[in-house]
């Protein structure tokens, strides 16, 4: 080869080093997941709380910019999404924004549609589950305490309500379920009785009672005035159940279920009907403290 072909070919190399450099620094991507807040189609915003994007941000609440409003259709309020940041030298938005579907308590999701079959066929609900925007409608059930409890009491305040059972096993599932709640009464513990009302409702009330309940309770120090469990006959907690969506189904003793967590609104109205372990405490905290915001 020619001095000068050599040439050539090294300032080629050259200008594409430059080239994919000045690239490099114009624009990054990174991928995110995270819980939705709050949309604002109008102003083509989304307010997620994402996880730690590892070597750029720690995990926090922040607006998200889309460059077509478009983006955010079908997008709801508490649901869990994953999309591409893209980063600029001047500006940031989002892009590729989709839904995080859950995929069941087991590794094969084959076994979470068997369970829902096995629910619809052994015990058929009697309603369609609640959807988003519905008023939630009034049920009684049993604390801890032994007090009969009126969902409508807590009219004018945000309720979070979830499921569990107290002899479940596994720590990721109606533990941890528990523990977001644990963390939810410390975080707002100014605003629990007067502004918030945490309800834990077992899907398994012939083993607990109110005692058992009071028990479990205790293993979370929380105060059975703002953070209600309740059990009550079959059909009580099967309605409950029903409602949000709640999937149980006895197995040798135990109890295959899904999980679900529900945030209502000050005016009874369902917020979210969040599915799933696969949320963080802080991303669920955010939630709420959205909800509540809308009020003050």
Same mark, same amino acid.
């Given at each position: ?10 300032? %080629? ?7 994919? +450099? ?12 995270? &819980?939705?807040?709050?949309?604002? *189609? ?7 709380? +994402? ?9 926090? +609440?922040?607006? /998200? +910019? ?16 994953? !999309?591409?940041?893209?980063? =600029? ?7 590729a ?9 087991? *590794?094969?999701?084959?076994t ?7 629910? #619809? ?5 009697? &309603? ?5 925007g519905?008023?939630?409608?009034? !049920? @009684? ?11 409508? $009491? ?7 309500? %979830?499921?569990v ?22 975080r ?6 007067? =502004? ?8 398994? *009330?012939?083993?607990?009672?109110p005692?058992?309940?009071?028990? /479990? ?6 105060? *059975? #005035?703002?953070? $209600?469990?309740? @059990? ?13 969506g709640?999937?149980?189904? #006895?197995?040798?003793?135990?109890m ?23 949320? @963080?405490?802080? #991303? ?13």
């Amino acid at each position: 080869m020619s001095v000068r072909g050599c040439e050539l070919r090294v300032a %080629n190399v050259v200008a594409t080093i430059v080239l994919l +450099s000045v690239c490099a620094s114009a624009q990054q991507r990174y991928s995110v997941r995270g &819980m939705i807040l709050k949309l604002d *189609p109008a102003s083509k915003t989304m307010i997620v709380s +994402s996880d730690a994007i590892p070597g750029f941000m720690a995990a926090m +609440s922040m607006p /998200y +910019s889309v460059r077509d409003a478009g983006e955010l259709s079908g997008l709801k309020a508490g649901m869990l999404i994953d !999309f591409s940041l893209v980063v =600029e030298n001047d500006s940031s938005y989002a892009e590729a924004i989709h839904e995080h579907k859950y995929q069941g308590l087991e *590794p094969d999701p084959l076994t979470a549609r068997r369970l829902k079959l096995l629910n #619809q066929v052994t015990n058929p609900s009697q &309603m369609t589950p609640l959807s988003v925007g519905d008023a939630v409608p009034n !049920f @009684t059930l049993t604390d801890q305490q032994r007090r009969r409890v009126r969902f409508a $009491r807590f009219g004018g305040k945000t309720v979070v309500l %979830n499921f569990v059972y107290t002899r479940c096993a596994l720590p990721n599932f109606c533990f941890r379920s528990s523990n977001n709640f644990g963390i939810l009464q410390k975080r707002f513990k100014n605003q629990l009785g007067r =502004e918030l009302i945490l309800l834990t409702v077992t899907f398994d *009330p012939v083993h607990d009672q109110p005692e058992v309940l009071a028990k /479990y309770a205790a293993t979370w120090k929380a105060d *059975p #005035q703002t953070w $209600r469990f309740l @059990t009550g006959s079959a059909d009580e907690v099967r309605r409950v159940c029903d409602l949000f969506g709640e999937d149980f189904f #006895q197995d040798e003793g135990l109890m295959n279920h899904s999980l679900h967590t529900a945030v209502i609104n000050q005016k009874g109205r369902l917020v979210s009907n969040l599915e799933g372990n696969e949320f @963080t405490a802080q #991303q669920l905290g955010d939630l709420v403290e959205t909800v509540l915001d809308q009020k003050r």
